[in-house]
Nanobody, 121 residues
């Protein structure tokens, strides 16, 4: 069974920084793309950033220059360094593993349970 567990969320003042981590565990053979999504109250879930197994990254325009996504393939872990945080970054942040292949060669996508990020003005 595969699980994604996020950590690192919390309350921070505007202009501050947080670092989110997401560790995938279980019988994992490989993961194609890992990413972070967020959902603010009353809004749809949106993509924040993704990173492929070869470290190709993609960011939503609103976080470019402020957020950095990285991953440790050996640990099946993805990180999101968030700097210069703004109140509009307040949301629940979800980790996603796309194209995860288990040791029994089952391929699927997985979500973490989410971690709250609140930026106080």
């Amino acid at each position: 069974q595969v699980q994604l567990v996020e950590s690192g969320g919390g309350l921070v003042q505007a202009g501050g920084s947080l670092r989110l981590s997401c560790a995938a565990s279980g019988s994992i053979f490989s993961i194609n793309t890992m990413g972070w999504y967020r959902q603010a109250p009353g809004k749809q879930r949106e993509l924040v950033a993704t990173i492929t197994s070869t470290s190709i990254t993609n960011y939503v325009d609103s976080v470019k220059g402020r957020f950095t996504i990285s991953r440790d393939n050996a640990k099946n872990t993805v990180y999101l360094q968030m700097n210069s945080l703004k109140p509009e970054d307040t949301a629940i942040y979800y980790c996603r593993a796309e194209g995860l292949i288990t040791t029994s060669r089952w391929r699927s996508d997985y979500w973490g349970q989410g971690t709250q990020v609140t930026v106080d003005s």
